[in-house]
């Protein structure tokens, strides 16, 4: 049976650490007994633990700036194609009204505008941001820690792995000083 089928009333078990460092050993400790589908909260980044979280995950923000600089410069092509050749040709010199060297400013504009803007489109989308509400914020220990202090590690009950009372037990015993339920 799924964990998302078993568990429709959780989002997951929010275990809280004493310090950074066990934070991270527990982040570890998780992603080598097969847990994926979780997330760490602290009042500071913290490198290492960035790359056990995240291992699995590859940015598609980097191919939806790719396609968007590709189509600003199809774009930039075809607005200087049209204007040059179509709409409005004027015979400059001689040369002729597809002259592409001359397209080159408007082409890297454009190039440059639709990526820079696609990149920040798709970064907000790809992140889900805004988002101003958050499962987590349900448990009152992480309300209280805020910014300042606690360091979080939440195993999602969408997890393959996740089972309520065996991940409870595996937290405790990773160091948690406190594992709290997670409700939607």
Known sequence: MHAAEATPDLHGLLAEFGSAQGLVDAAERAHRAGYRAMDAYSPYPIEHLSEVICEHH???????????????????FALAYWTSAIDYPINIGGRPFNSWPAFIPVIFETTILFAAFSAGIGMLAVNRLPEPYHPVFNVERFRQAGARDGYFLCIEATDPKFDRTATRQFLVEAG????????P
């Open 58 to 76: 590859r940015s598609k923000v980097p191919l939806i700036c790719l396609t968007g600089g590709v189509i600003g410069a199809l774009s930039g």
């Open 176 to 183: 948690a000083v406190e594992v709290n339920e997670v409700a």
